[in-house]
């Protein structure tokens, strides 16, 4: 039987610890299940932990919709803006500071990780029980792994108890070592401590089951891992083998998925995000004419999982282009397909499709040793996604070597790319080039991702996969700073920073962006030769 760690001396400690840090984050603190549901100390700790892992990705609606669908899934080609009111955005690579900064800036993101994060550490240190540090340590790289991705070299290793940022900023390799060291750590610390068991109420993403955050922790430094691969191949090569051997492994099963089921009496932020000024555009943010695209030529039976059906005659699902001019299409933004979420959805973090295609490329891509065969772990990323939306029909899928992403033709005649966005096919080729085959892998590890629109972008700049439509000419107001075809690379840095972090930032600009803090420089691990 699996021992329950926490006690009512440890929620104490941690509510007098954590209360003082978290009092004007209602909507995080306020419990999302019935009064009666929780004792007072199991109320506490959760608290605490589901300020935590509203880090990853906000339960503040407008913190995650500036993250995830402004940034992060524009830029990944699954979201489309469709607010015309709008005339400086992040797809139209001419956003400003209110827009760019909040990864960093956001008194929802950092200050909230950190003050909560130093809480649980006091906790486990006064009553020696390791185990929700580190839980806490794993959603804090979790966390920080998007600000990085997002910036390029951050404050990291000098973030005070706080959260305040203004230190010294680290090199993203720095930064991904530090990642590394810490995942090593917790991963080392739950599986000494594999017995042991949170209470569920503390723990909204395994209801407290440590072998499964151990899982996660594995997986998580296996995508970091890849990330980098680029970037620092024998770092890349060591952690993911690492990631793979260790005793628990990495996840493989649905049931392990990393996603924070907090969403009951109140609503998924992504859902509510979206649907801002649902009746006069139908949404502030309408699904991406490139995901669209790839589905409807692949005939894609997890379309209907991803899309409301659209109001054009005749076309069940047609996506909106990104990066256009979205005053002239302002009338017709009500006809394009949403995205279908229900608001009680859980927040995904991570799923074992992913999994199974991060060991694909490492093996198929970079010669690393990931337990199988390259076509054995594509063919299962497609398997474990058509079962997690409990779709049919993987079998003739996996089978189709001829269809092709369609064309796109706007119903509105406005924004149509006529031309071929790619050719790559579904059916696994042993016999393909190795663009071919991390082509082929990073597509359907793309339409697996649905919604995980930050991974979706960081794939997009690692390895220039999936391909995407440019902006059109009207719809790139970054006034030649940006080039359409490769997209927009990072985040500049905050304004505030120049201000009040004012020689560190500087010394980061000059030190790791050659002198150039805008959206067309690469970050550390965005270095493929045939990508720049």
């Known amino acids: 039987m699996k021992k329950y760690i926490i006690n009512k001396f440890v929620v104490g400690a941690l509510l007098l610890t954590a209360t003082s840090c978290t009092d004007k984050y209602f909507d995080i603190n306020s419990n999302p299940y019935q009064p009666g549901d929780l004792n007072p100390d199991d109320y506490a700790l959760g608290s605490a932990m589901s300020n935590l892992a509203s880090t990853v990705i906000s339960s503040d609606v407008n913190t995650a919709q500036f993250t995830d669908c402004l940034l992060?899934?524009?830029?990944?080609?699954?979201?489309?803006?469709?607010?015309?009111?709008?005339?400086?955005?992040?797809?139209?690579?001419?956003?400003?500071?209110?827009?760019?900064?909040?990864?960093?800036?956001?008194?929802?993101?950092?200050?909230?990780?950190?003050?909560?994060?130093?809480?649980?550490?006091?906790?486990?240190?006064?009553?020696?029980?390791?185990?929700?540090?580190?839980?806490?340590?794993?959603?804090?790289?979790?966390?920080?792994?998007?600000?990085?991705?997002?910036?390029?070299?951050?404050?990291?290793?000098?973030?005070?108890?706080?959260?305040?940022?203004?230190?010294?900023?680290?090199?993203?390799?720095?930064?991904?070592?530090?990642?590394?060291?810490?995942?090593?750590?917790?991963?080392?610390?739950?599986?000494?401590?594999?017995?042991?068991?949170?209470?569920?109420?503390?723990?909204?993403?395994?209801?407290?089951?440590?072998?499964?955050?151990?899982?996660?922790?594995?997986?998580?430094?296996?995508?970091?891992?890849?990330?980098?691969?680029?970037?620092?191949?024998?770092?890349?090569?060591?952690?993911?083998?690492?990631?793979?051997?260790?005793?628990?492994?990495?996840?493989?099963?649905?049931?392990?998925?990393?996603?924070?089921?907090?969403?009951?009496?109140?609503?998924?932020?992504?859902?509510?995000?979206?649907?801002?000024?649902?009746?006069?555009?139908?949404?502030?943010?309408?699904?991406?004419?490139?995901?669209?695209?790839?589905?409807?030529?692949?005939?894609?039976?997890?379309?209907?999982?991803?899309?409301?059906?659209?109001?054009?005659?005749?076309?069940?699902?047609?996506?909106?282009?990104?990066?256009?001019?979205?005053?002239?299409?302002?009338?017709?933004?009500?006809?394009?397909?949403?995205?279908?979420?229900?608001?009680?959805?859980?927040?995904m973090w991570m799923n074992a499709a992913e999994i199974a295609f991060l060991r694909a490329e490492g093996k198929a891509i970079f010669g690393f040793n990931m337990g199988g065969e390259a076509k054995d772990f594509y063919n299962e990323g497609i398997r474990l996604s058509f079962e997690q939306l409990g779709v049919s029909g993987y079998e003739q899928y996996i089978e189709d070597g001829t269809s092709v992403p369609e064309n796109y033709t706007d119903p509105a005649g406005l924004n149509s790319h006529e031309s071929t966005i790619s050719d790559i096919t579904i059916k696994w080729d042993e016999n393909a080039d190795l663009e071919k085959k991390q082509e082929r892998i990073i597509t359907q590890k793309w339409i697996a991702n649905w919604m995980l629109g930050n991974e979706a972008w960081a794939d997009y700049r690692r390895t220039g996969y999936p391909k995407l439509i440019p902006a059109t000419t009207e719809g790139n107001l970054s006034g030649g700073i940006v080039n359409s075809n490769r997209g927009v690379r990072r985040m500049p840095y905050p304004l505030e920073e120049y201000t009040s972090n004012t020689e560190n930032v500087q010394n980061a600009v000059n030190q790791y962006l050659k002198g150039i803090d805008n959206m067309s420089v690469d970050v550390w691990w965005a270095c493929k030769p045939r990508n720049n």
Request: proline share 4%; net charge negative.
């Open 72 to 347: 992060g899934g524009p830029m990944g080609g699954y979201f489309a803006d469709s607010n015309s009111g709008w005339s400086n955005t992040i797809s139209n690579y001419n956003a400003k500071n209110d827009w760019t900064r909040v990864f960093m800036m956001s008194d929802r993101i950092i200050p909230t990780l950190y003050t909560n994060l130093n809480a649980v550490k006091i906790v486990s240190e006064s009553t020696e029980n390791p185990v929700p540090y580190a839980i806490a340590q794993i959603i804090k790289v979790a966390a920080m792994s998007r600000v990085t991705d997002t910036y390029g070299a951050i404050p990291y290793s000098q973030i005070g108890e706080d959260g305040k940022i203004t230190t010294p900023y680290d090199s993203q390799a720095d930064v991904y070592n530090k990642f590394f060291e810490e995942l090593n750590g917790a991963i080392e610390t739950l599986t000494a401590n594999s017995d042991a068991k949170l209470v569920p109420t503390a723990d909204y993403v395994y209801s407290g089951d440590v072998q499964k955050w151990i899982k996660f922790a594995n997986s998580l430094k296996l995508r970091l891992a890849i990330r980098i691969a680029y970037a620092d191949i024998n770092k890349a090569r060591e952690m993911a083998e690492s990631a793979i051997t260790q005793e628990f492994g990495v996840i493989t099963k649905n049931e392990d998925n990393a996603a924070w089921n907090y969403f009951s009496t109140i609503s998924n932020p992504l859902y509510t995000a979206v649907r801002y000024n649902e009746e006069q555009t139908g949404g502030d943010t309408h699904v991406a004419a490139d995901i669209v695209c790839y589905m409807n030529g692949y005939n894609d039976p997890r379309r209907a999982s991803y899309f409301e059906p659209s109001g054009w005659s005749g076309k069940e699902y047609v996506g909106l282009r990104r990066g256009i001019n979205m005053k002239k299409a302002d009338s017709y933004f009500s006809k394009y397909s949403r995205v279908n979420i229900s608001a009680s959805a859980p927040v």
